[in-house]
């Protein structure tokens, strides 16, 4: 079943994905008894009353990411999760590629040594008519939409250690939202990460680990279909498309999918891969760096 705020919408897409059943209001799904699990994909300050709709409803969520606005609304979401005994995760698909399980067991063999550095930019040249992007009244700007794919990287690598400083800098649009922001995150022994994200150039979109005795590229790294290691290229090719994409490399969209089911049927409520604490620590790094560049959304004052 697919739901939407309006009916017609519902259709159109439940007619193009042969899904038998659409609905023109999310309550109306979270009616139905019959539903396994909501994949939550609606613009980012609805990420949060939606998924709790549909906790309190009984239904176990993938909420996509950002999953909240701020870590207020992240607790809250997670709170209320536990406490129905539901399976929650923020939909971070990135960790769940096959590319991403051999970036950790590069890693993890010690071949590139202890890792020291973390690079990782993510940024686009976004047309203006991409308004809820860009409005400070959807929670837009280059952060919630794209930095948090650095930061999950560094905090991935890093393995959720918290970081002992946090060094920000960026600039605002026009529209009071963050255009470029520049983080830099301090770990102990003399480890740092250093992310980008920005909507007013194409940047390399690419993300890099040091060691001390090698490195590990991961181009288009929040999707990535390939690896270069100390040992050359390994690739990892994207099942092929039935219908036309509307965003690089959406295929990939079924690794996180085939992960909840599994947890699903395993009775767990959170993915080892991407659980609450890691979604709760990059959430409180999205919230310092938007409070250190000025971005202030109305969820922030609640």
Known sequence: AVAARNLVSAQEFAKTHDIPRAYGSYAELAAQDDIDVVYIGAIHTQHAPVT???????????CEKPMSVNSREARQMISLAKEKNLFFMEAIWSRFFPAYKKVREILDSGVIGDV????????MNVPNQLE???ARSEAGG????LGIYPIQFACMVFKGEEPQDITVSGHLSKNGVDETVTIVLKYSGNRMATLISGFSSDLANEAYVYGTKGSVKLPFFWCPSEVVGPDGTHEFPLPPPGKPLNFDHSTGLR???MEVRRCLQEGLKEAPLMTHANSLQIAGILDRARKEVGVVFDQDKE
């Open 52 to 62: 709790t709709m549909m906790l309190q409803a009984g239904k176990p969520v993938l």
């Open 116 to 123: 020291k550095l973390i690079t990782a930019c993510f940024g």
């Open 132 to 134: 809820s992007d860009l």
């Open 142 to 145: 280059s952060l919630l939409a």
């Open 255 to 257: 690794y996180e999918a």
